[in-house]
């Protein structure tokens, strides 16, 4: 089975300034990792997915990833954020061996504030 | 419709009593998923079915169940409610030919069991 270790629970950041996210995961098989994004009160929507090739994937809203095959992770970073940025952020990773349902990490509370 | 529904938005409900929560979406999406989301624990999978006629457990599956007569709705059932099954529950679906594509979500079912 596999399974993703978001690092940090909460992560407050001025607005303007760059930020990461962190994710690392554990499979023994080939992944497919995505970064999804929860604003207050609303279901989830995909920011980026990586499923093969390039291993800087570019997503919506300005944010990227990189996945890190040698050091399995998947960290999503932004140059400069937003106050419209504030929500949870959720990384989330599926597998051939798991019916590729997806496995969630808790999430990361982004807080942008002026 | 446009995507997923979900009915209700929220419920309270007492312990004990029958609830089923709905999901229809018209996306002709062949896989529909169920999680819940508690604070501190991110999403996690209640029940999936990869097509019409079948479904499968996820890593929550105890006192849920789930049924899939067609493609469109896929209906989650609390037998008899407990407050431990107090969540927002999220219901999801993903197509097309690939097995791991982007899983779409619809915006939620806030349940409180007292």
């Known amino acids: 089975a596999q399974s993703v270790t978001q690092l940090d629970s909460q992560v407050p950041v001025f607005e303007e300034a760059p930020v990461e996210l962190r994710c690392n995961y554990s499979?023994?098989?080939?992944?497919?990792l995505f970064w999804y994004v929860q604003y207050p009160n609303q279901g989830l929507q995909l920011l980026l997915k990586?499923?093969?090739?390039?291993?800087l994937v570019k997503g919506i809203n300005g944010f990227e990833a990189e996945f890190n095959k040698s050091q399995t992770s998947f960290h999503l970073r932004k140059p400069s954020v937003h106050i419209s940025d504030t929500a949870e952020y959720f990384c989330?990773?599926?597998?051939?061996?798991?019916?590729?349902?997806?496995?969630f990490g808790k999430g990361t509370s982004l807080l942008v504030t002026p | 419709i446009a995507g997923i529904t979900q009915a209700p938005t929220s419920q309270i409900l007492a312990a004990g009593r029958r609830m089923t929560l709905r999901c229809t979406q018209d996306?002709?999406?062949?896989?529909m998923y169920w999680y819940r989301q508690d604070l501190g624990l991110g999403l996690r999978l209640i029940h999936y079915?990869?097509?019409?006629?079948?479904?499968g457990k996820g890593e929550v599956p105890d006192g849920y169940s789930v049924s899939r007569a067609n493609t469109d709705d896929f209906p989650l059932t609390l037998a008899s409610a407990v407050p431990s099954q107090t969540s927002v529950y999220f219901c999801?679906?993903?197509?097309?030919?690939?097995?791991?594509?982007?899983?779409?979500f619809g915006p939620g079912t806030r349940l409180t069991v007292l």
């Open positions: 999801a679906s993903s197509g097309g030919s690939l097995p791991y594509n982007e899983q779409f």
């Open positions: 499979s023994s098989v080939s992944v497919y």
């Open positions: 990586y499923l093969s090739g390039s291993t």
């Open positions: 989330a990773v599926s597998a051939s061996n798991s019916g590729y349902a997806l496995n």
């Open positions: 996306m002709r999406h062949n896989a």
């Open positions: 079915s990869n097509t019409a006629g079948t479904t």
